[in-house]
C-alpha cells in the first residue's frame, strides 16, 4: 500500500526557533517522487521542492533544508530561524512513477508565534 | 514565470445548480490535473488528462465530468450540486516528457466553490 504520514498535525513555535516537519512514506516502487509543498491561510499550494527516489542527497536552500533518507522511509523537512511568513499547512506527498498520482500526507499547520 | 490560472475565483450556487471551473495550464504543459480539497483535508485528485486524452480517475463524483481542449485547457463540470461540494477545488499542470518522466505537478490559485 502507497501511504504518506505526517504525525504532526500541529507545530507552534516562536520566531527565530528551528522546527523539523516529518514525512513518512511507504511504497514498494522502487522509483517514485517525493514533495513538500506548503499552504498559506491564503490558500493556494506552492511547491517547494521534488526528490526523487534515487537522489538521497540533502538540499539546502536558504533556510529550508530537507533531509531524504530512504533506509527509514522519511523525508523531513527543517526550517531554520523561523519567521511568522512560515506559518502555513505544509504538505508531503508522493508521486509514483507508475500512475503519476500524488499521495498526500494529512498536512502539518505550522504556527510560528512573533 | 506564468503560472496555472483557474477561473473564477469564487464562486457561490445554489443547491442542484450547475458550475464550471475553467483551468489554463502552465505553456508547454502537457498534462491537468484537477483536485478537491475540503476544509482542514488535503487534496483528494479527482482526474486528470495528458495531451488532451483522460489519464486517470479518481474519486470524481458521477456528477462532474471534465474534459482537455484543443488549447490545453481544461474544464470541470459540475452537475446538481449539493451542499458537500463546497471546497477548494484545485488545478494543477505538469510536462511529461518523451520518456514518460512525470514533472512536478504546479497548483493554481484554486477556486473556492461554496454551494448554499
Known amino acids: 500500500a502507497q501511504k504518506v504520514t505526517q504525525a504532526q498535525t500541529e507545530i507552534s513555535v516562536v520566531e527565530k526557533e528551528d522546527v523539523t516537519l516529518d514525512c513518512v512514506y511507504e511504497?514498494?516502487?522502487?522509483?517514485?517522487?517525493l514533495f513538500w509543498y506548503k499552504q498559506p491561510p491564503s490558500g493556494e499550494l506552492v511547491f517547494l521542492i521534488r526528490?526523487?527516489?534515487?537522489d538521497e542527497q540533502n538540499e539546502i536552500s536558504g533556510r529550508y533544508s530537507w533531509n531524504f533518507q530512504k533506509s527509514t522511509s522519511s523525508f523531513n523537512f527543517t526550517i531554520t530561524a523561523s519567521q511568522v511568513v512560515d506559518s502555513a499547512v505544509y504538505f508531503c506527498a508522493l508521486l509514483l512513477y507508475s500512475n503519476y498520482q500524488l499521495i498526500w500526507g494529512a498536512g502539518t499547520k505550522l504556527i510560528i508565534k512573533p | 514565470a506564468a503560472g496555472v490560472i483557474q477561473s473564477p475565483r469564487h464562486l457561490i450556487k445554489e443547491k442542484r445548480e450547475t458550475a464550471t471551473l475553467k483551468c489554463y495550464p502552465i505553456?508547454?504543459?502537457?498534462?491537468v490535473y484537477w483536485y478537491q480539497q475540503g476544509p482542514g483535508q488535503d487534496p483528494q485528485f479527482l482526474i486528470s488528462?495528458?495531451?488532451?486524452?483522460?489519464?486517470d480517475k479518481g474519486s470524481i463524483p458521477d456528477r462532474f465530468s471534465a474534459q482537455q481542449f484543443s488549447d490545453y485547457h481544461s474544464e470541470l463540470n459540475m452537475s446538481s450540486l449539493e451542499l458537500g461540494d463546497s471546497a477548494l477545488y484545485f488545478c494543477a499542470s505538469s510536462y511529461r516528457t518523451s520518456g514518460g518522466d512525470t514533472d512536478t505537478q504546479y497548483f493554481g490559485p484554486g477556486t473556492r466553490l461554496t454551494v448554499l
Open positions: 505553456p508547454r504543459h502537457d498534462t
Open positions: 488528462f495528458y495531451e488532451k486524452m483522460q489519464s
Open positions: 526528490r526523487n527516489s534515487f
Open positions: 511504497t514498494r516502487d522502487t522509483t517514485y517522487y
